[in-house]
T-cell receptor
């Protein structure tokens, strides 16, 4: 079945540090890949997406590239801010099967001033 | 354009009571999904509905849980005879039709506590 594996957190960084959160996946078919962000007490917000190999999703300074050869979709940001502190979820969707997002377990990011 | 709306935001039920969770999708969205998030875990799919149809309920527990999305009104997730293990955050998402069907937009969630 489909699955997503994320690096465990928490990840603690100082403001302006470089961020990488690793995400790898296994899927039948050709998935679309997503990063969602969840701030405390809130729902998930779609951060970025990529629908085919070599696509790069980007939003608010975050980027992730769909790497089919390594089945990865790592999230990066060049300079994090305190306001980026949240839980980040990697997810995939294959329309050929269930139209359900399969989520990783989430990675908590804490940015210190 | 208002986002996905869920109510109540917090719900406390005693064991054995019924819980009803409501979800209004974004305007123009005809696909609704329910997910459950246990503490410190990712979201797990429960059910996918379109108006008046359950498309995929493979993630729903076989007993006590049901969902509907009527022609008029919000989608409802119903949990009968709640138990402590049902305590979780329940999120609804909606998506448009067409090319953007892959994009699911989430509501703020309903946090259910069973005492």
């Amino acid at each position: 079945g489909d699955s997503v594996t994320q690096m465990e957190g928490p990840v603690t960084l100082s403001e302006e540090a470089f961020l990488t959160i690793n995400c790898t996946y296994t899927a039948t078919g050709y998935p679309s890949l997503f990063w969602y962000v969840q701030y405390p007490g809130e729902g998930l917000q779609l951060l970025l997406k990529a629908t085919k190999a070599d696509d790069k999703g980007s939003n608010k300074g975050f980027e992730a590239t769909y790497r089919k050869e390594t089945t990865s979709f790592h999230l990066e940001k060049g300079s994090v801010q305190v306001s980026d502190s949240a839980v980040y979820f990697c997810a995939l969707l294959t329309l050929t099967g269930r139209r359900a997002l399969t989520f990783g377990s989430g990675t908590r990011l804490q940015v210190q001033p | 354009n208002a986002g996905v709306m869920q109510n109540p935001r917090h719900l406390v039920r005693r064991r054995g009571q019924e819980a009803r969770l409501r979800c209004s999708p974004m305007k123009g969205h005809s696909h609704v999904y329910w997910y459950r998030q246990l503490p410190e875990e990712g979201l797990k799919f429960m059910v996918y509905l379109q108006k008046e149809n359950i498309i995929d309920e493979s993630g729903m527990p076989k007993e006590r849980f049901s969902a509907e999305f009527p022609k008029e009104g919000p989608s409802i997730l119903r949990i009968q005879q709640v138990v402590r293990g049902d305590s979780a955050a329940y999120f609804c998402a909606s998506s448009p039709t067409g090319e953007r069907v892959k994009e699911q937009y989430f509501g703020p969630g309903t946090r259910l506590t069973v005492t």
